[in-house]
């Protein structure tokens, strides 16, 4: 059904001034519209959000992109008003268009009857000054079509009603609205255009009237007059036309009061609707919910649940699962999965009614309605943007029946799985025969796919889970702000004292008290890092003649804002800090934003915040994981937004990166898909077995989802053991032994014939470290082709790049070494170019460019030069 009038409001100040429409008023009408700009889309969407159920917004989004208005439509607007261009994206985008209003580009006759030719979706005239004129093309344009909404430029209530009579919706201020025309006699009444098209074929010019609750079972047949419904609106109560009493304020003597919700007329305009919420006994005077007998069905069930919420009787079922969360959620789980082994359509009914029943327990036990339900359900029905659908794996693995007839494919479930720490010296995680030990393989002795399959990372979950468990985060943070990074902080590090989730800079002394021993380590680590990443600073813009008259250039600037991920967990990381942070300082990023998770107690390690304040940090965010990541994408109360996040995490901080940078909503970009730290240690004969290692083992102590790759090139069985004993001998005097057994589980030593292959596996994995202890290291370093970052002969470990020696230690995983570099100083730069030709150099240039945009009908781009040369 088209809306009677719209009430249009300001999105900035949504609440209307106080000589406007309520609120309450505007739901009474059922229909508002708002004008959207790229500064407002944010406030568009919570509006969305907080008007759900209450009323349809129509959204005029002419200045917006694509991607915004179809953010928009996917919130619940019912419509948005866009131009022609916007019109054909839309469409090709296949949005119905039941959601599309064509803004007219015109005013005149002409221009809008030429508009309409060959449009099906309803159409809008902006801001008309000629009423006749509108009234002249509406009544060409005929009444079998789309809808026209008409606003004013001085909206007057003859005009409006005039447009309305021509079945045409006008638009009209809120502040020039009310439903109080007696007190505000120089606004446009609801009421008056709310009957407008009214009609009653009955002799005393009543309007037969059908009463509803929210979920559309009507209470009763009741009369209503003009009078009647302006009163209505009014009051925001049922009042009705007794036609023996006159006004009928409904439930003044019984107490059984409505509350009005909304009101319509139906698709003749003979009939109205109203929608009410029924206080006290009931609608009938019989004391029944309606005037039809009793609630049945889920209404009855609700009313039902309702009354034993209030008052269970003694040794009630349904008031113990009121009071035993538990076992409620026992019972739902219960009934869900009978449900899905029922097979008959007597057992699927009966099943699906049990669940329902205890699903609207839980309902009811949170406050929560079937009109609550209803109207997330009509929410979720004009969603426009598609989801897969598939289950979360967590539920997969549980989807065969109980008889198991039925094969359940595609599970989702990770080649290889990240072992946990070992629970106690028994348990097998790294260990064989006895020892801490990787596995063996002879590639002369196995098959490719062997190989293939063995340099295979570990995963703890599969990418769906983690996504899953991460966007709810993600969502709750945009949402939320610091409340809900709060929680996340509180939940998954323990520190429940924490009531402010970013510390500001100036960082307080007293967290930076350090031993003099660290703060040279941390300072010399510094300046070998800024020394390395200046280096790599362009001394001057790029600038190239590629013809005569045609200069091209090419120059840099800083990202503005920049956000720095700083693992904690398992391991405290100030080396972390320094690798992102000199380099943004460096580049000259005008907003540096740290996050690191907190201690339990909420404190941050003195070393990370030292590194904070050496770079020029602004703020550290107390958080980890997706919440830190989502924080500083969307910013919160405390939190600054950036532009770009960059850092190394665990596969959740990966899989927020991931969904943050696809979100176009959040303007964010990352630096790489980072994940679980690794490394590949070539080795041959020449090879320190202690040296080897350790630096197998600096790898493997980092987390247990971490890997490490031995290649060990054309050594014996004695050779071989050499380096397994060391292994063995060194992990088990480690304090985070546990952890790199955890790693060893998974990880493997290769034994090839010669370096080439030996390059070739490396090259194929793509390894983050690769260490290369072989004879002529340097000469060797030609061969690769896939690394993050390589350390080259025996005297360098793989730990003076993580630290001090200048190189950057952020660097890709997971085989992403492949299509990305590590963190360098281009990682926080932009590029720019220009062009800048003389009259000569457009000569020379523009028969190649008239050329090229004939040649792609792009005539405008053509004549952009033709005019500038005087050609045809």
Known sequence: MAPALLAAIDLTNPTTPSNGLSPQSLAFVGHVYSRVTPDTVDLALTHLQSSVGLYSSYLGVATLPIDDIVSLLDAGAAKVFVTRKQLFELEALHISQDRIVLALPGNTREENIEALAGTQVDVYSHHVEDIELVEAWLKEYGTDRPDVFVSFASPKIDDALQISRLAAIPVIPAQQLTVDPKSEPGHLSVATLLMANATSDRPDGLFSTIVTDERGV????????????????????????????????????????????????????????????????????????????????????????????????????????????????????????????????KDIAFEAADLFFFALTKCVAAGVSLEDVERNLDAKSIKVKRRKGDAKPAFTSQAVPANGETEVKNLNKPVKEASEIPKSKQDPAGIRDGRIAMKRYITSQEAPETIKSALQRPSQRSSEQIIGICRPIIDAVKARGDAALLEYTHKFEKATSLTLPVLKAPFPPSLMQLPAQTIQAIDISFENIRKFHAAQKEDKPLVVETMPGVVCSRFSRPIERVGLYVPGGTAVLPSSALMLGVPAMVAGCRK??????????????????????????????????????????????????????????????????????????????????????????????????????????????????????????????TELAAIEDELHKQASALPRVDIVRGAIEHSITLVVDTIAEGLRLSNQYAPEHLILQVKDAEGVVGLVENAGSVFIGPWTPESVGDYSAGVNHSLPTFGYAKQYSGVNLGSYIKHITSSNLTKEGLQNVGGAVMELARVEELEAHRRAVSIRLGVA
């Open 218 to 345: 009507a209470l009763g047949l009741v009369y209503s007059s003009a009078e009647s419904v302006a009163e209505s609106l009014r009051t925001g109560r049922g009042v009705y036309q007794s036609r023996k009493r006159g006004l009928w304020y409904k439930g003044e003597s019984s107490g059984d009061v409505q509350e009005l919700v909304s009101v319509s007329l139906d698709c003749d305009n003979d009939c109205l609707r109203f929608v009410v919420r029924q206080k006290g006994r009931g609608f009938c005077h019989l004391a029944t919910p309606t005037c039809f007998g009793n609630y049945n069905g889920l209404s009855k069930l609700q009313k039902t649940l309702q009354s034993r919420q209030a008052s269970a009787p003694p040794g009630s079922y349904t008031g113990r699962l009121f009071s035993d969360p538990q076992l409620l959620r026992a019972k739902i789980l219960e009934e869900a999965t009978e449900l899905c082994d029922a097979t008959s359509k």
């Open 592 to 717: 540096i934003v740290l996050a690191t998770p907190p201690r339990a107690n909420g404190s941050i390690t003195p070393e990370v915040v030292y590194a904070a304040h050496k770079v020029g940090a602004e703020a550290i965010v107390l958080a980890g994981g997706a919440q830190a990541i989502a924080a500083m994408a969307y910013g919160t109360e405390s939190v600054s937004k950036v532009d770009k996040i960059l850092g190394p995490g665990n596969q959740f901080v990966t899989a927020a990166k991931m969904i943050v940078s696809n979100d176009t909503n959040a303007g964010v970009s990352i630096d790489m898909p980072a994940g679980p730290s690794e490394v590949l240690v070539v080795a041959d004969s020449t090879a320190n077995p202690a040296f080897v290692a350790s630096d197998l083992l600096s790898q493997a102590e980092h987390g247990v989802d971490s890997q490490v790759i031995l290649i060990a090139v054309g050594l014996n069985e």
